[in-house]
């Protein structure tokens, strides 16, 4: 289930619990669903799969109406698994396509779920990176054979897709892997792993400063 206002049955459908309304989507094939518009919360976006279980198309639908929706994203390289989310802030939906090395990222605002999808970064063969929306800025998670511990960028709210304008916020450590982060308002949380064990560290991205959680 999404929220409280919709679910998914057994029979590939969605019900708006508020309203009581079945809506058939495309069958048994639905895989995750996400709400779309924070506006009028009458947009979701779900996947379908392949008959061997590939998430791969991603589609818009408008509670109340009969039909599964509009295709808004099919990828058919079969080494990509598609996916979709609205990120933390509320503001974009994200449309992902991941391998095991290579990733892509497609997004919408969340405010006018009707847009086109937006490519953040084109798809490069290696390239594993993973985005988060602030008020200010993108975080990006950027991974590459000289980057193999990963390292973390600001990307511009307008020019994202080009590189050369993001700025370097956390460094490459080639001793440290940058396995996952989570952006807040003032500060960066990072899990990283360190002389083999996990760590969680703080990093304040004005100051440059950064705390290591202790654990009990």
Not at 42 to 58: A, C, G, N, Q
Not at 85 to 110: D, L, N, V
Not at 121 to 142: A, I, K, M, S, T
Not at 200 to 216: A, C, D, M, N, Y
């Amino acid at each position: 289930s999404i929220g409280s206002k919709i679910e998914i049955t057994s029979l590939g459908k969605i019900r708006n619990i508020f309203c009581n309304l079945p809506i058939k989507l495309t069958s048994s094939s639905t895989s995750n669903l996400c709400p779309g518009s924070y506006r009028d919360n009458k947009t979701i976006f779900y996947t379908t799969v392949t008959p061997s279980l590939r998430p791969y198309r991603v589609y818009r639908h408008l509670l109340g109406e009969g039909n599964p929706g509009t295709l808004v994203y099919e990828d058919n390289d079969g080494r990509f698994n598609v996916g979709v989310q609205r990120e933390k802030t509320g503001k974009w939906i994200f449309i992902t396509s991941a391998s095991s090395y290579t990733t892509e990222y497609r997004m919408i605002p969340a405010g006018d779920p009707m847009e086109e999808p937006r490519v953040f970064l084109p798809r490069v063969e290696g390239v594993d990176y993973q985005v988060q929306h602030h008020e200010e800025c993108f975080y990006v998670r950027y991974k590459t054979q000289e980057f193999i511990n990963a390292k973390i960028f600001r990307a511009p709210l307008t020019s994202y897709s080009d590189p050369a304008t993001w700025e370097t916020v956390v460094e490459h450590d080639p001793q440290v892997l940058l396995q996952g982060f989570a952006v807040h308002k003032n500060f960066l949380g990072l899990l990283v792993r360190n002389n083999g064990l996990n760590e969680i560290r703080i990093f304040h991205p004005k100051s440059g400063e950064t705390q290591v959680l202790g654990f009990p």
